[in-house]
């Protein structure tokens, strides 16, 4: 008797813990996946809305879905201020609190640009076909969660998040099962091998003006 | 067709493929070869290597890798060899810093190795050193310099050419004809895959390519339309030569990026002469037609995809980098499947 009612505590208690927080959780991204997209076609297909609007709208969605300092920091890899991996001769090539800091705004801008910029807001007949949430194994504490989504029954794209105590933020996105931060960090890396952190910036400053001057063309 | 135009074609593809064989003695010992995939690797490099895995054994802060051994070595940084801090002084001017061509790196395989991209969580787990050496390359590059020769002819004839003709051509045709020709020319290709999927024993793929052209090329008058997916769920099955020969293991070879054509390797360079053969346009008489449809064919292609390479172009420091990498990974994902 006393080994079931010790069974049964178990399974409560198992039940208390595991079950809610998966479920939770799931619904959470599940959630802010589909409230987000929603919101994004929404702007995109808003009639009487000039695209300047609608990029400046679309932002501020991604601003608030996205979180840049864990993308900046994944995409630096050990070269981030916070990596204690050891850097031998390669110290010097360490981004310092204030580098990381104007690499993030830099590299954060760049990402709009390329991304948001690229959108064609004629063509926003889109269908998607969104997965539920799976829950990752937690690293380090934090909590992490994948969303599968499948555009135009064609294009495979995956919504990595992750949960740092408050809320569910995305830090990559593999598009056909490919890593945007892993091929940054690749990219990246071999530059940051041959060259110190600000070059690295400075050569997203200068694309970020190559981008700006050709949609000055395209303008005018 | 003319017989004696089927000889010409046939003698042109035979001299693609002796020009093939010719790369595939000329490149495929790169393979397996330590050192010939760097464009610049000569004896020195050797000597260089050799210090580095000596030095190895004593400073710890470089690592080389025993075995298998990687296509494309490159020179661990070494206390003995590192010119590169000069250069990364020399590209630090107090303002204004100018980044030449050289800043960026011919090839991914000089990069860090020691965690994995796909968990970026491990980084930094406890304090552990900077392992520097080369990582396996993608793909043997030895032909680098005029690969990136050709990416340039390719760039600019995508600017110059292919883009404002593909660009007025969307204009002038509405969408529901773009669609149409697409799915003609990929009812077209059918033998391609067909053979393909028989080849590497996908009799599945194969029943549902031949249901689609059949279906496709009747009721989907001509392959225009595609009843064949709509009301049958009959799938495409992707199939090529190149992806059939990965299929039986016959690895990529050396890349090339062809004028044109863009990037391929030396196998699915084999591949696509043999798709040619299964092309039904290659039959075609006279040949300016042939070449015209040909010709179509890839602008409407292109029509659906502008904006694609600029994206790439703009987003990272070196695109040829990363098409080749793209490039790479995707077939290999293809022959996956």
């Known amino acids: 008797m006393k080994r079931i009612i010790f069974l049964l505590g178990l399974v409560i208690c198992i039940m208390f813990t595991a079950e809610p927080s998966f479920s939770d959780d799931g619904a959470e991204v599940d959630s802010l996946i589909k409230t987000s997209m929603n919101d994004v076609l929404g702007i995109a297909r808003k009639p009487g809305m000039n695209n300047e609007d609608k990029r400046t709208e679309l932002w501020k969605i991604v601003q608030k879905t996205f979180d840049f300092a864990k993308i900046t920091e994944f995409t630096l890899g050990q070269f981030s201020y916070n990596s204690t991996s050891v850097l031998g001769e390669y110290s010097d090539r360490r981004f310092t609190k204030a580098e990381q800091e104007e690499f993030r705004e830099v590299f954060t801008r760049h990402l709009g640009n390329t991304y948001l910029d690229r959108m064609d807001f004629k063509n926003v007949d889109v269908i998607i076909d969104l997965k539920p949430a799976e829950i990752l194994e937690a690293k380090k504490g934090i909590k992490r969660a994948q969303v599968k989504t499948m555009i135009n029954k064609k294009t495979p794209i995956d919504y990595i998040l992750l949960n740092e105590g408050k809320d569910w933020k995305i830090y990559d996105v593999k598009v056909e099962g490919r890593s945007l931060v892993s091929a940054f960090r690749t990219e990246y890396k071999a530059i940051l091998l041959k060259n110190k952190p600000k070059v690295l910036t400075q050569m997203l400053k200068d694309k970020i003006k190559e981008h700006e001057s050709s949609k000055t063309k395209k303008k005018s | ?337």
């Open chain 2, 1 to 337: 067709m003319n017989p004696l135009r089927l000889r010409k074609k046939a003698k042109h593809l035979a001299a693609i493929a002796v020009f093939a064989l010719w790369l595939v003695t000329g490149c495929a010992h790169g393979k397996n070869s330590a050192v010939t995939a760097d464009p610049g690797a000569g004896p020195e490099s050797i000597k260089a290597e050799n210090n580095a895995v000596k030095e190895a054994k004593h400073n710890k802060a470089v690592t080389v890798p025993v075995e298998p051994a990687p296509q494309a070595v490159k020179v661990p940084k070494t206390t003995a060899n590192k010119p590169s801090k000069d250069l990364a002084t020399a590209s630090h001017p107090a303002e204004g810093v100018v980044v030449t061509e050289e800043d960026i790196p011919e090839s991914p395989e000089e990069i860090v190795i020691g965690d994995d991209v796909d968990d970026f969580f491990d980084d930094g787990d406890a304090p552990k050193e900077l392992p520097v050496t080369a990582v396996e390359a993608l793909v043997p590059d030895p032909l680098i310099k005029f690969n990136r020769a050709m990416f340039e002819v390719n760039d600019r004839l995508y600017f110059w050419c292919l883009k404002p003709v593909a660009k007025g051509y969307k204009k002038v045709t509405p969408a529901f004809f773009r669609k149409g020709v697409m799915n003609f020319f990929y009812n077209l290709g059918t033998p391609v895959r067909l053979v393909g999927s028989v080849l590497q024993g996908k009799y599945k793929g194969a029943g549902s390519e031949l249901g689609r052209f059949v279906v496709n090329t009747t009721v989907g008058v001509g392959g225009v339309w595609d009843p064949a997916d709509r009301f049958f769920g009959l799938k495409p099955s992707e199939e090529d030569f190149g992806q059939t020969l990965g299929a039986y293991n016959i690895d990529n070879g050396c890349y090339i990026v062809w004028p044109f054509l863009g990037p391929s390797t030396l196998r699915d360079t084999v591949g696509k002469a043999g798709d040619v053969f299964l092309n039904p346009l290659f039959y075609l008489t006279p040949n300016e037609l042939a070449w015209g449809l040909t010709g179509l064919d890839v602008v409407n292609e292109t029509s659906y995809r502008i904006g694609d390479y600029e994206t790439i172009k703009s987003t990272y420091m070196d695109p040829y980098v990363m098409i080749r990498d793209l490039y790479i990974t995707h077939r290999k994902k293809k022959i996956a499947e």
